[in-house]
């Protein structure tokens, strides 16, 4: 039996987008960074971090991440590394991020 929500968003980084980024930018340390991101903005209990296999984007100097939600395939966001996951702010459905 999966401990997953199924209402639960996942935030899949693909792993290789990691082993490929210049080793100044940390890349084995960004899933952790984008957690702490993610909580920062209210968003802990509602996204799960976690690593995933080649997604086939594989941008120069950016790691791509595959979002999931309710079980379905969403989108691919490139992220900058250096951004600690920001960017996935504006894709995700956040307490802190959503309009009043």
Do not use: F, K, Y
Not at 7 to 27: F, K, Y
Not at 40 to 63: K, Y
């Amino acid at each position: 039996m999966s401990d997953e929500n199924p209402r639960e968003t996942r935030a899949q980084v693909c792993h290789r987008c990691l082993m490929r980024l210049d080793t100044s930018a940390g890349g084995v340390e960004l899933p952790r960074r984008i957690r702490d991101t993610l909580a920062g903005q209210g968003c802990a209990g509602h996204v799960r971090v976690s690593l995933t296999g080649c997604l086939g984007w594989c941008p120069v100097g950016r790691v791509s991440v595959l979002l999931v939600t309710e079980g379905e395939v969403s989108e691919v966001v490139l992220i900058d590394p250096a951004r600690d996951g920001a960017e996935l702010l504006a894709h995700l459905p956040c307490p802190s991020s959503e309009a009043p």
